[in-house]
């Protein structure tokens, strides 16, 4: 599975981060974003994750 958290350490977020500095599955977020996120979602909702 694939979680979705907050990534304090992470310092490359560009649009091409995940080709080499990418996460092992989690769905990375800026910490100013996560509670944007974890409030705007429900309990089981779908998330569909492209690669």
Do not use: F, M, Q
């Not at 990534?7 to 080499?20: E, G, H, I, M, P």
């Not at 974003?33 to 994750?49: G, R, S």
């Amino acid at each position: 599975g694939c979680g979705l958290h907050d990534n304090s350490w992470r310092k490359n977020w560009s649009k091409t981060a995940y080709l080499n500095d990418g996460s092992y599955g989690c769905v990375n977020l800026k910490p100013s974003d996560a509670p944007k996120v974890w409030n705007n979602i429900e309990k089981n909702e779908a998330v569909i994750i492209y690669k």
